[in-house]
Structures are given as C-alpha cells and as structure tokens.
C-alpha cells in the first residue's frame, strides 16, 4: 500500500519552538524550531553534554562531518528534525523514558559562558531538574 506524503512548505510553518525527548533516547526537534534556528538538518549535526549537578542537557550544532557529533537526521514528510542520542543518555545513566511526553523549554546562551570552548554558534540548554517520572 502506497501513502501520500504533503509538502509543507517551511515559510509556512507557525507555532511554538520545543522540543521533546523520545522514549527510546531521541531529541526531537520541531518545525518551528528548526526554522527559527536556521537548522540545516541535512548539514549538520550535534555535540551534546551533560552538567549532572544542574541536570541539563546542553547541545550545540555543528558541521556534519565533525568527529564524535550525533548526527540530525530530517523528517521526510516535514521541517521537523531528530537526534538519536541513545549512547548519551546511557553513557550519563539518564533513562530517557522518564524525561519523555513532554515538551521542553530551551535557553539559549553562548557556549563560553558555560565553559564549552572551540564552538561557535549558540548552546542550548533544556533543564532536566524536577521533571516528573513518565
């Protein structure tokens, strides 16, 4: 069986910038907030960190192609885009089951004034602390 897939036009797209983490590990990022960004999904990729004392997730975009990045992979039916960033969240022994269902605020900031060196661009920054169990 064959599906129809509609072309959203991305000059379009309205509604608020968030995010989301998926069940099974994956930053899901929304149209609006691809578009806001100017997120190139099919050219970049992202390096993500973890400050376990403030219980953020930080993630700062970057080139494709740079080593130890987790790629974006794009939605084919919309502007929408994704991180599947499983290892991290083990790696961190975050279970991404408890942060999922629901949309996340993002601080935006510069990478130095969290002691990230050698990016460029903005760091963002959701806050995992007293999120509620799933």
């Given at each position: 069986m064959f599906k129809?897939?509609?072309y959203i036009d991305p000059q379009k797209i309205k509604g608020k910038p968030n995010l989301s983490i998926?069940?099974?590990g994956r930053?899901?990022?929304n149209a609006s907030f691809v578009k806001k960004h100017g997120i190139k999904p099919d050219r970049m990729a992202a390096d993500l960190y973890w400050d376990g004392e403030a219980k953020?997730?930080?993630f700062v975009f970057t080139e494709k192609d740079r080593a130890g990045s987790f790629p974006l992979v794009h939605f084919p039916y919309s502007s929408a885009a994704y991180v599947v960033a499983d290892q991290f969240f083990r790696s961190n022994r975050l279970?991404?089951?408890r942060y999922a269902a629901a949309s996340y605020a993002v601080e935006t900031t510069q990478p130095e004034k969290?002691?990230?060196d050698?990016?460029?661009g903005?760091?963002?920054v959701i806050h995992l602390a007293g999120t509620p169990s799933a």
């Open positions: 129809q897939v509609y998926g069940r099974r930053i899901n990022f953020e997730i930080i279970d991404p089951k969290l002691g990230i050698g990016q460029s903005d760091a963002f």
